[in-house]
Nanobody, 114 residues
Framework: QVQLVESGGGSVRAGGSLRLSCRAS????????MNWYRQPPGKQTEVVAT???????AYLDSVKGRFTISRDSAKTTLYLDMSGLKPEDTAMYYC????????WGQGTQVTVSS
């Protein structure tokens, strides 16, 4: 029933910035911890960033200091602000809960060129 829709990806050069958005059809974003996941080409999915219901955040070591996860005040949209992008950040990016209990959205592709 709950739907997740990711957007904001694109193709950028190394060092560029993007803001990814995740919109949910319900209040799920404000009721539980949310993650951004990514799957690089040919690799396993990994957790990029987490934000708890209380607003605490945690990040994958390789993106720490470059990525920021947040949600808006209405808790309708989850964001991932990315700066200093590197080619290794190239991946399909998804949002979901910690236990991934919501059907996956379509994801949004981020491609970073050298």
């Amino acid at each position: 029933q709950v739907q997740l829709v990711e957007s904001g990806g694109g193709s950028v050069r190394a060092g560029g910035s993007l803001r990814l958005s995740c919109r949910a059809s319900g209040d799920i974003l404000g009721s539980t911890s949310m993650n951004w996941y990514r799957q690089p080409p040919g690799k396993q999915t990994e957790v990029v960033a987490t934000i708890t219901k209380g607003g605490s955040t945690a990040y994958l070591d390789s993106v720490k200091g470059r990525f920021t996860i947040s949600r808006d005040s209405a808790k309708t949209t989850l964001y991932l602000d990315m700066s200093g992008l590197k080619p290794e950040d190239t991946a399909m990016y998804y949002c979901n809960t910690l236990d991934k209990r919501i059907p996956w959205g379509q994801g949004t592709q981020v491609t970073v060129s050298s």
